[in-house]
């Protein structure tokens, strides 16, 4: 696979880390939890059960920034999952980085929020769903580079779609 950065996004409980995960196995390229990019203070204030804020995650988009550009430097193919809920946000990893899409794992907020009932051990609490859905702005027609899957599916029915719409957008060959 060339050089392709495959950021997985939507908000939290939509299956990005495992859907990336699995993705990245099936292609054979590196896999980032963009969970791991998040400075201390992220971390420290999500356990908090307290929203990020813009400012909060100006660091961290960089950080995601940083390991796209990484990728395509070095010539490989990667996934790195992260919520990029905002189009600001997918623009701050747009920057000065080529060969890049986004896959947004889409799914309505009761069925997401009872998988997250389910989760153990993960900082992003239930109730801090709604606003991850108050700030979500779905990606629109203009944004070109974005794929829209259901988070619905089970996960390898999740990433043959991915893999599917790659195929047909030219993204991957086999």
């Not at 939890?33 to 999500?46: F, Q, S, T, V, Y």
């Not at 100006?58 to 550009?69: G, K, M, V």
């Not at 929020?113 to 801090?128: A, L, V, W």
Request: glycine share 6%.
């Amino acid at each position: 696979m060339a050089a392709l950065s495959i950021i997985v996004m939507g908000v939290s409980g939509s299956g990005k880390s495992t859907v990336g995960a699995a993705l990245a196995r099936a292609l054979n390229i590196k896999f980032i939890d963009g969970d791991d990019l998040h400075p201390r203070a992220n971390i420290e204030k999500m356990a908090r059960a307290e929203p990020l804020n813009d400012n909060d995650r100006a660091p961290w988009l960089q950080r995601i920034n940083d390991a796209a550009f990484s990728f395509t430097h070095k010539n490989e193919g990667g996934v790195i999952v992260c919520s990029a809920l905002k189009k600001a946000y997918r623009d701050a990893i747009r920057q000065d980085n080529s060969n890049l899409v986004f896959v947004f794992l889409e799914g309505d907020q009761a069925m997401i929020t009872k998988r997250m009932m389910q989760r153990q051990g993960h900082f992003m609490k239930p109730g801090m769903l709604d606003s991850q859905f108050t700030i979500l702005e779905r990606p629109s027609e203009q944004e070109a580079d974005v794929l829209t899957i259901s988070a619905e599916p089970a996960v390898d029915e999740i990433v043959n779609s991915i893999q599917q719409a790659l195929t047909t957008s030219g993204l991957l060959t086999k």
